[in-house]
DNA sequence: TCGATATTTCGACAACTATCGAATTGATGA
DNA sequence: TCATCAATTCGATAGTTGTCGAAATATCGA
């Protein structure tokens, strides 16, 4: 098939996207990890925005409960890979739901 | 032009429908709209959702603002008429900034 | 103009969340 | 094992927001 299959979001999955983009330091974490194809490491997130790490921390969990960012860890760094698929996912369910 | 011409969104206006679309009565008003080619009585609104009528008029409120319905009024009634270019923009940005 | 109905605004309150410093955990290299 | 650095969790706080009842505003028909 050429329709690529992407498993559905939940209810409660779409909710937490909507709520994990409105908050303006993850959009703009979530645009700079749009920007490169491999996973940004967590200090160099953090030399860009001006939060401390407790803050950095707080809003990567949003994104990881969200699934719009995998964790993964190097040693004692951790980098971050955006979820491009469950982007998509989203825009369509939005399409879908609003269109 | 076969290309539709879109005004683009401020950084601004982003942020308010992000907000907008994070509120789950919110989304649902939305969805409503979106079933809907015609506008959309207040009062109808009122009845599908279990809230007060302050609360919806605060939900439309941020609709409003967020530049995603268009606000009707016919003598005593009001109605609300989705916005679906501003969706489409919305969308649009999202994915040259996220994908 | 007046009374009735629809919607909005106001004021208050509870719940949620972004933020940070301090303490903690995880992982490495010496 | 221990010192060190990276990242997370905890606890507290300030700011935001969803909610409603009551008061105010808007519009119509009599």
Redesign the pocket.
Known sequence: MAISKRKALSENQIQLIA?AL?????YEILRRLGDHENAL???TV?ECL?????????????LKTAGLVQ?V???????YLPQRDVLEAYFERLRKDLI
Chains 1, 2 share one sequence.
């Open positions: 709520k409105a908050d303006p330091r993850r490491a967590c200090g953090l001006e939060i401390s790490p407790a803050t950095l921390s707080h809003h990567m969990k949003e964790q860890r190097k040693g004692k760094f951790v980098s």
